[in-house]
């Protein structure tokens, strides 16, 4: 396997910004995910849950960098129907990551790799190149990342 | 156990009566499962979904004896944003049933048997009446349910 | 309330085509969708399901008209790591419809007009429509839909 | 648009207390949401989670008050199956509110107003108040909402 | 790609057993599972529903052949607290399969192949084999599904 | 009822880690739960979640005491596809706890105690005890159950 001097895992806090929706209609809650990636949110994900009289609500979770919280949660109030929302900080462990490029049949694919101290533990073809790739070829996606994993290492 | 003289399952066709409501919000979802009960629905359920465009939408299931199936669809139609309906027919196989009392230390019970031919199978206390024995007497509803397990065949 | 002399709930007949997905990533799972939605189906959707093994997996579900039938099975199939799918027939009954402009002070959204019989029954103003508006506006989505209810029937 | 003399948002720190569910029968859990409201909870909310040996169990939780949150725990700990529970503490952000009339053709709805800062950024008619008009006037309750949504600001 | 003679995907005809279990700890359903495969089942899930009186509940499905049907439904009425099934009859359209050896550096992994029409469209590498390689050898068991991708075709 | 003179509730700190799985198969996310329990977490559970690019994916949660933090975060970023993994620190309440020998018909089974204070709250048939029996005597899992359940205080 490939080695490379490394430290330990990197660490870091964000903030998960949490809020129940259960009086929005699903349409809002899906062009919302995408306004709050361009205001900064680190990621974002919805949870089905189950509220009072009987509503199939969604919990909605934002992370978010502390230097980015106070605008995402005036997104949030904004954009939904909430009144309210509710936060906590986390702490992050993470893999050391770079990128490679990989080289396919149909064209070269970059792939993200992590690393837990010295030791590389994992390599993953992005997905918005390899998207590109099976558009363009008119192949299942699923052929495209096999043939990845298949030249990564070669 | 009990034995009781009794043919085979009991059988009959119902309608499954579906739409996916992708642009209501769940407050009016909680609601309308009421107003189906209401006109006749044998059951009414709602299951998490993952629609285009990121939408965290709902399923509707209504279970309809035929005779309901007309009035039942257009109350999904009037009631939801829905502007359309699938419905398709199932069969049932069924216990055959009866009722008896079970005495706790709380009060009465009933209790519904179901018999597969005729061997007793299951005996099942009634949750309203368990509710209103935990709600008189302030205790945990899966006491009076333990209860009357206990009490049941003795 | 608008009247218009209409017959009865429209009606067809389309297929419900599922499979369950365990072992296939869910950056696969929400390509496919886009691809299906291009090779004709009518609706596509996901369902969180739990399978053996300890799997949470994905039931997908696409609804396609008896013409597509085949083509999206084999897409189903070519897409995704399955080895079959099921699939089965279902009525539909539909309200009829039409479209009509509603003016808001940000610009001019369409709306699909629903009618049991001849019952104007609902009007629901187009999501893409409401986005583009949002968008050009910089508001809230759920601000342009609010206008467009108020500005409906005026 | 309403404006309003305010400052920044409202802020408190509240309880979540959670346990997962995975050996008690669904309707004690329908139940058991009812009681903890009537204990003082803020909320309560159930999600679907995936549990070791195949189960598909619940995720409870449960929004609190500093104050209540002893007595809280007290009411999982007896009304449910589960041997512990936890707790963490999170900050809430929320709109400053109000509440005002809303004159539709078929009655009084009160809604809840919500600013940021001094700008008024949404008005929710109350839940309560549409579906009581909704079963006066036997219409659905959508129509109910949208009516309120339209008699907002005039 | 390899090429094989084949005629059309194959068919057959299955059912659809479901029940909605609202009563039953999901300890029981974790079991459940277990004995409706022993006893002939072609596949069994439960998707998490929200039914009647803030009842978060699951819906079991099992697939079975036409010779199961009548024991897998008096199991599902044994073994649970439901009282009836309700059952409907699906197509099934299949890949043609056959079996094929990958070599790996840690040993042999069998792999299914499917093919539509005379086209192979893919090869899954099977679940028992990778995993009691990833634990022989104490590796993660994406490492081996990647190691046997990258060993297919060559 | 059983009384034994015993304080408060007891109290810990445990560690909540979690990361959001979207690029990983379900048949993975199954064999890994396992392999995190050998690890030494006191629970781990998948919640589906909804995220970008209509991905239907897996929260893994594990609880973990604060010695084997490090160990699972490891584990979790060794075994699946994520290149980071979140924590936080959560209060445990629980009831104090014992253990009974219950006597049915069919054999023992042992039980779970719990007691607030001092006051009994809770017996629970344990789930691999009745699993046995179940087996052994070709019984439905809930019947053992039942029995166990009226076997206990007598």
């Known amino acids: 396997m490939y080695r490379r001097k490394k430290n330990a895992l990197e660490h ?5 910004i949490e809020t129940n929706l259960d009086d929005m209609s699903p349409e809002i809650t899906g062009y919302l995910m995408e306004k709050l990636f ?4 680190l990621d ?14 969604t919990k909605l979770s934002v992370l978010a960098e502390p230097d980015h919280r106070e605008t995402l949660i005036e997104a949030v109030l904004t954009e939904t129907t909430t009144f309210g929302v509710r ?11 770079d990128f490679v490029d990989i080289h396919t ?16 533990v994992k390599t993953a ?3 918005e190149d390899c998207k590109k790739l099976a ?11 096999e043939e990845a994993i298949r030249q990564i290492n070669t």
């Not at 049949?105 to 101290?117: D, E, F, I, Q």
């Open 12 to 16: 870091d806090q964000v903030y998960v």
């Open 87 to 97: 936060y906590y900080i986390v702490e992050r462990s993470k893999l050391t990551r």
């Open 125 to 127: 073809p992005e997905y």
């Open 44 to 57: 974002v994900f919805l949870t089905p849950i189950f509220m009072k009289k009987g509503r199939p609500a």
């Open 105 to 120: 049949r149909w064209g070269v694919v970059r792939a993200k790799r992590g690393y837990l101290g010295d030791r590389l």
């Open 135 to 145: 558009e363009q070829h008119r192949l299942p996606l699923r052929v495209i990342y």
């Open 38 to 41: 361009q205001r900064g949110a």
